[in-house]
């Protein structure tokens, strides 16, 4: 079965640096998510991404995150400036059609700010 | 504010109870999903609804739209249930998502 994948698995980066976190979503789904957990507390929705443009972003998707389809097949989203709160696991997620096929997770990614 | 409340937070079942999730939400909804999270963080995803019931293996999902209440049950409970179960809206109105705060499932057996 076809699955969301994201790499890498694990970030170590320093305060102050840019990270890149790279997904690669179902091929034949349209509609792309970020959502990040803070260790020990819930998912939260970063931001939804539908015909190459940003369609829904939360309260946290502010100007140090964006997010990017290069080539057709990876969906990124990059963090600019990192801060010791940005610390928690990004997950990324992929679906056919939002009202009628379910989320499909990729294995998130552990970001670590030191 | 939480949009999204679930009960309860922790759970713990013998191997063979049967065992409810609620979930009740505030905002207007196009869709509510359960998931399912392994202690290795993993998500993966058990229900997305819109009205009624589904139902696959031992895992039952209800919504009841008028209420804004949907419940997940495991019938038949064994340790590989245990886990983290999170409930997740699509708000109505646009591609926003509303999570849980997730109940911890932890079956004896």
């Known amino acids: 079965e076809p699955e969301v994948t994201q790499t890498p698995s694990h970030q170590v980066t320093q305060m102050g640096q840019e990270v890149i976190l790279r997904c690669v979503p179902i091929s034949n789904h349209l509609y792309f998510y970020w959502y990040r957990q803070i260790l020990g507390q819930k998912v939260e929705f970063l931001v939804s991404?539908?015909?190459?443009?940003?369609?829904?972003k939360s309260e946290i998707f502010d100007d140090q995150f964006s997010v990017e389809r290069p080539d057709g097949s990876n969906f990124t989203l990059k963090i600019r400036s990192t801060k010791l709160e940005d610390s928690a696991m990004y997950f990324c997620?992929?679906?056919?059609?939002?009202?009628?096929?379910?989320?499909?997770f990729g294995n998130g990614t552990r970001l670590t700010v030191t | 504010k939480n949009e999204v409340e679930q009960s309860p937070q922790n759970l713990t079942a013998q191997e063979g109870e049967f065992i409810t999730i609620n979930c009740s939400y505030s905002v207007g909804i196009s869709a509510l999903h359960w998931l399912q999270q392994h202690p290795g963080g993993g998500i993966v995803s058990l229900f997305m609804?819109?009205?009624g019931k589904k139902k696959h293996g031992r895992l039952i999902a209800t919504i009841n739209i008028q209420e804004k209440h949907s419940s997940l049950h495991i019938t038949a409970s064994h340790p590989r249930d245990s886990a983290v179960y999170i409930c997740?809206?699509?708000?109505?109105?646009?591609?926003?998502?509303?999570f849980g705060t997730g109940t911890s499932l932890t079956v004896i057996p």
């Open positions: 991404f539908y015909n190459n443009e940003i369609s829904e």
């Open positions: 609804l819109s009205s």
């Open positions: 997740a809206v699509r708000a109505g109105t646009g591609n926003q998502f509303y």
């Open positions: 997620a992929s679906t056919a059609r939002p009202l009628n096929s379910p989320l499909h």
